[in-house]
């Protein structure tokens, strides 16, 4: 008796391969999804937020409109001393900014501490 030649033997080879994939596969899925279901962690906390929680306050829907008001005249050159008059630093800002934070930060600590 003559094994099978040629194609039908490469096509009941693939075949025969196709159906132990498909076993394995199922076995996997059967043996890992077998009634688990995810488990739910309880909260440490309770957060009651409706919708009206994320609204935009009133006071701030206003836009506040300020009119450009020219300080010099547009056709004439600016001198550095025309700089000098409006010009804000703005590292001098920064620094002023963040040193009333800071100290108000240090005089909330030291209430605490008393």
Known sequence: MKLMEGRSAGILLIAGLAAV?????????LTTGSGKQPVQKEAF???????E???????????VYR????????EKKWTWEDVLEVWTDPVELGIKIYSTENDRMIEELMREIR
């Open 21 to 29: 994939a498909i076993i394995i596969m199922l076995l996997i899925i």
């Open 45 to 51: 906390f309770e957060i009651d937020l409706d919708v």
């Open 53 to 63: 929680d994320f609204f935009i306050p009133e006071e701030w829907g206003r836009v």
């Open 67 to 74: 009119e450009w008001i020219p300080y010099i005249d547009p």
